[in-house]
């Protein structure tokens, strides 16, 4: 999709409005989903009002700066706080943006996603917006009424036309996650490396059920979660996907049954070890942590919103939380995978370590 046939505003054309056309038409329909803001020109006297008009805007808005706006930080941030991300080159260190050697090609790929998946892409970048100062577990509960949402919604049922019938996961084995007590250390290890330890319904509960226990020893002083086998954590089991009862129970298991909430409880006595891919599930509970340490093979990717969903273990709250949420939306719409260096560099871990094999069981 080439950004020329997307519709594209400049600074003064969103302090004048532009982008507060309604953003569902007649039929239901969404219209015009994306606005690309071309940061050509220094905002001047129509600042304040492009950053208003920004706040209020339905639509995903992007911006696009083809020049260095580095030196201009002091009359661009408040513009690119208020947009959804932007893209730029050359890198500029603001959390506000996605460094890149083509910004065009970056605005390109984004476009493409938000195409083909509208509601989600709307719904994670109002999300993101909503959640960015409550608290962790009121944020994870309106994470997954979004999530809810889309469960009903045409583009998920797409995805699951497109992948076709599958069979469950065979049982997990007697131990889906390993403990080990050496005095006040705990060392959590998830342990389905057949099934690239995916956040299946056993091995969530069997995670969950550690990190209750954790929660409850005070003498724990220290906590270590890592995983068996190639990977961390392949996300959530995309075989068990589209099989829940109904959408409200489903929403009570993500949010009182789920992970995230206990891993933000015991932030800071947690370090999680990363390696191999980890993927939806496998990024966004460990970014809840106080520490998360990764080997030089590591690669991030979430991939839900290009399944018609948003995530939905926690990562619209804890990832944000860590690289702001500028460079999340950047992620969770395109579902580009991120390498461990540019990870580290953004924040979403905290040191690169190489470590020896990971225990089995």
Known sequence: MDTAHAVTISPADLADGAADTPLVDGDGAVDKPVMIVR?????????ARAVHRAILSDRVLVGLATRPIHDSADTFGPLLEALDVTYASPDPQAKTTVGSPDPDAEVATFLAAVTRNPLASLTVRHVLRATETLAVAEAIDVESLGYSTLQGGPEFARWLADRGPRPLPPPAGENPVLLARDGDALHVTLNRPERRN??????????????????????????????????????????????????????????????????????????????????????EIPAFAGRVVARPDTIFRLPEVSMGLIPG???TVSIPRRIGRWRAMHLFVTAAPLGVERALDWGLVDEIRATGPQRTG
């Open 39 to 47: 940061l050509d020109d220094t905002p001047g006297a129509i600042l």
């Open 198 to 283: 995916a956040y299946g319904t056993q091995l969530r509960d069997a995670l969950v059920e550690a990190l209750q226990l954790a929660l409850l020893d005070e003498s724990l002083t220290h906590i270590v979660l890592d995983g068996a086998g190639p990977s961390f954590c392949a996300g959530g089991d995309l075989d068990e996907f589209g099989r829940t009862p109904d959408t409200a129970t489903a929403h009570l298991i993500r949010t009182r049954g789920g992970a995230g909430r206990l891993v933000a409880r015991l932030a800071d006595r947690l370090e999680v070890r990363l390696h191999g891919h980890c993927v939806g599930a496998g990024i």
């Open 313 to 315: 273990a926690g990562g």
